[in-house]
């Protein structure tokens, strides 16, 4: 018997409505299939129905930045948890980062012991990034075979010794092989010309002050290296994503590209969209992250920049670390980890700001969902609700509201800047292929996750 889902707002590509969504009827694989969005007087007579009220269906978010950490780092953060704290936060796919788990993933046989770490732990879908380092060009061809989406680089020491930061040189033996893959290259933009000088200007300050170490990552160390991106995206013709701009300086340079006619990209986070740096604490390193929150001027900037639609998406950087790297004792930002850990709460957080600026649930779904899984070349199974794509979905209220307290955020440590804050929205429940796999704080006991790969 089909099974269908109702609400009063159902958030689709062609508009938010009154609507249900109708699943497929058929043999096992197909039953998490959407057959049809529609309206709720051309459902089946004999359709069981689910009706979730003046609540709003979103289509599962897709986060494209988050720092699973294993195999190898599973103290930091793990599958489990993560997609724990997925589903906890209305996401259904993760894309993970290559550089914080033991292997990095760098080669396919660092991929296949990633896939063996996560299988049967998983409430939610996910994916893995390659990475493109120093020494790995041989390994890019190989890597987009066995179905990564894309890769990721650093242009400046990324923190951990095991996934090398890549130098121009580096980069362009690797661009050929990835601009024929086809597949995006993430970059973290920062160069670090201007960033040793500011840092050797600051050699005498006071690093407890949050002031410092703003200073010492300038905007003109991401300026210079996203010049540097557009310039090697003319040249190679390769899909080029900025991930976590936070110089809004920035802006006009990815618009001027993107007017020639270039294949680039980037993405906010809702950190740099939430906090800024004149309201944080002298010590208070949960704020710290790399690029650093900038002004209130800067983030009002990043906001328009949504708004004029040269920011693609937001994704997290969800990036934790046990509570001592952050050392929060201490209050020296230059000592601790560099990292803000939010799966679980980002949608309040982004639709909390978002309202307050007049933009829409439809916004929100563009830049969390759709926007995210057209990056990673999931969009025929995800980021949208429509037929033929995966039943996956979150029930959220709009309107509620509530504190951040550790019970509410369910990665493996649950420190975060955000904790205290009133934030607006609710996610009620989280549905993957039509099951539910987060409902009314209690989490399925089934880990029915899949790997999404392109191969």
Not at 63 to 75: A, L, W
Not at 160 to 187: H, K, M, N, W, Y
Request: one cysteine or more; hydrophobic letters at 45%.
């Amino acid at each position: 018997m089909a099974h269908a889902f109702i609400a009063d707002r159902v958030v689709t590509p062609q508009g938010t409505r009154r609507a249900a969504v109708l699943l497929e009827d058929g043999p096992a694989g197909s039953a998490g299939i959407v057959r049809a969005v529609c309206a709720v007087g051309d459902l089946p007579a004999r359709a069981t129905v689910t009706d979730f009220g003046a609540s709003a269906l979103l289509p599962g978010l897709v986060d494209t930045h988050v720092h699973i950490n294993e195999p190898g780092r599973t103290e930091w953060e793990g599958f489990a948890t993560a997609t724990r704290a997925a589903a906890a936060g209305g996401y259904t796919t993760l894309v993970d980062m290559p550089l914080n788990c033991l292997p990095e993933t760098t080669t396919v046989a660092a991929l296949e012991a990633k896939r063996e770490a996560a299988a049967g732990q998983c409430l939610v879908d996910w994916a893995a990034w390659g990475g493109a380092v120093a020494d790995n060009q041989q390994h890019i061809e190989p890597l987009a075979r066995a179905g990564v989406p894309g890769f990721k680089c650093f242009l400046i020491y990324p923190g951990c010794d095991g996934f090398t930061c890549i130098d121009r040189e580096q980069l362009e033996r690797s661009l050929p092989a990835i601009a024929e893959s086809g597949l995006p290259l993430l970059v973290h933009a920062e160069l670090a010309g201007p960033i040793e000088a500011a840092t050797q200007s600051l050699a005498d300050a006071d690093w407890s002050k949050f002031s410092t170490y703003m200073a010492s990552r300038p905007d003109e160390a991401e300026l210079a290296a996203i010049r540097m991106m557009i310039h090697l995206c003319r040249q190679y013709g390769v899909r080029v994503h900025i991930v976590h701009l936070a110089s809004a300086l920035a802006l006009p340079l990815l618009q001027a590209a993107r007017a020639e006619g270039l294949p680039i990209t980037c993405e906010a986070c809702p950190h740099h969209l939430h906090f800024d740096a004149e309201d944080i604490p002298d010590g208070a390193t949960l704020f710290k992250c790399t690029p650093p929150i900038r002004s209130r001027a800067n983030r009002e900037a990043l906001w328009q920049g949504l708004r004029d639609g040269i920011i693609d998406l937001i994704a997290t950087d969800h990036s934790p670390c046990p509570p001592e790297m952050k050392r929060q004792e201490e209050g020296r930002f230059d000592r601790a980890w560099g990292g803000i850990s939010g799966l679980s709460i980002a949608l309040p957080v982004v639709w909390t700001d978002a309202v307050r600026r007049s933009f829409t649930l439809d916004n929100v779904v563009r830049w969390m969902s759709s926007a995210p899984a057209a990056l990673a070349g999931l969009s025929a199974r995800a980021g949208a609700l429509q037929a033929g794509r995966e039943a996956n979905f979150v029930v959220f209220d709009p309107n509620a509201e509530f504190v951040v307290t550790p019970g509410r955020l369910h990665f493996r440590h649950a420190i975060s800047p955000y904790m205290g804050e009133r934030l607006r929205g609710l996610v009620q429940a989280t549905y993957l292929r039509g099951e539910p796999v987060y409902r009314a704080g209690e989490f399925n006991s089934r880990a029915r996750g899949r790997e999404l790969t392109l191969c």
